[in-house]
């Protein structure tokens, strides 16, 4: 949904937090004019840290987008808590229980009524050492393959600074400095019409998942750790594109 029309409660939600990201925070974006302007698309991101939500929410609201992130079901529950998300168009997920293909459907609804829908394919907080992506969950090809929308993986450093999962530290100083870069549409066209077997759904997960790596070691300037294991498929297109 473009942010012209998103109305009373999502507007005073952007009115309250980003005049603190903008203290908190020294940023810098790049890559915004791979999202989208209008229609429906899925966006995939590494997972550093519990403050990357309102980093990379602060890059796509600049980028003219109103970001729908997934938030347990349990917490739409919760008096005031539930309504003020049901307001601000965030989507309820049922997660590790039979209705989970009700989720699904409830994210594929979202896409196609032209939502930007945000996804951490991890499914939390990166347990690399190094805060490396680790291999991703299969939700985010799910969606890819049920709804065929564009999926543009966005990577962020700096996030850490705010809040560090490894030691719980809070960073409290202003100006932290932040990197958020948007990439090009991943191409998955080698799936379209695929059925979600398995196999399909590995192997399109590890080549987002592979996307978000190369792009954070981009923006870290360091060397990635060794893959982790995967289909011989995803192997070879990473063979690939190291040639």
Known sequence: MARRRLGFW??????????TLTVWTRRTWRG?????????????????SHADPLVSAHFIFDSGRWPQYLAK???FRIPVVGWIL???RQIPVERGTVDAARSLATL?????????????PEGTTSREPE?????????????ALATGAPVVPIAMWGPEQMFDPRTSKVGLRPRIPVTVV????????????AAPSRTTLE???????????????EIRGGTPPPLWERSPRAQRQQQGGAA
Request: aromatic share 4%; charged share 20%.
């Open 10 to 19: 999502p507007r005073l939600a952007a009115v309250l937090v980003k005049p």
């Open 32 to 48: 915004m004019e791979h999202l989208p302007r209008e229609g429906g698309v899925i966006i995939v991101a590494n997972h550093l």
């Open 73 to 75: 079901a349990s917490l």
């Open 86 to 88: 049901h307001r601000c």
């Open 108 to 120: 594929v609804k979202a896409v196609e009524a032209g939502g930007a829908v945000v996804i951490y």
């Open 131 to 143: 805060l490396w992506p680790m291999r991703g969950k299969t939700g985010a090809a799910r969606l």
């Open 182 to 193: 948007a990439g090009p549409p991943i191409d998955l066209s080698r799936w379209s019409g």
């Open 203 to 217: 192997e399109v997960s590890d080549t987002i998942m592979l996307r978000l790596r190369d792009m954070l070691a």
